[in-house]
């Protein structure tokens, strides 16, 4: 049974950094595409940053530049550092696998198992 559980949330102030992580159990994706999303209240869900096979991010407008995201394919785990952090950025941050791709993907129908997510607060 595949099992992906982030770790790192919790409460910063604005301008402060966080470094989520999430261990995979189950299987390895360490040819595969992994991503980083997040759900806002009242918001629909959002894509953060898709790491590829070959250990390649790619962000959207709104972190890149703020956000890193990297892999460590001999503990199995892919983690996302936030640096200079809004309260913009508040949300329940999810960390996902695709057994399909191995390139970017930055669609969630393009990923399979997921993450019960991790709440990330930035306050003002």
């Known amino acids: 049974q595949v099992q992906l559980v982030e770790s790192g949330g919790g409460l910063v102030q604005a301008g402060g950094s966080l470094r989520l992580s999430c261990a995979v159990s189950?299987?390895?994706?360490?040819?595969?595409?992994m991503g980083w999303f997040r759900q806002a209240p009242g918001k629909e869900r959002e894509f953060v940053a898709c790491?590829?096979?070959?250990?390649?991010?790619v962000y959207p407008d709104s972190v890149k530049g703020r956000f890193a995201i990297s892999r460590d394919n001999a503990k199995n785990t892919v983690n996302l550092q936030m640096n200079s952090l809004k309260p913009e950025d508040t949300a329940v941050y999810y960390c996902?696998?695709?057994?399909?791709?191995?390139?970017?993907?930055?669609?969630?129908?393009?990923?399979?198992?997921w993450g019960q997510g991790t709440q990330v607060t930035v306050s003002s």
């Open positions: 189950g299987r390895t994706f360490s040819s595969s595409a």
């Open positions: 790491i590829n096979w070959s250990g390649s991010g």
């Open positions: 996902a696998a695709s057994s399909k791709y191995r390139g970017y993907t930055w669609t969630e129908d393009e990923y399979d198992y």
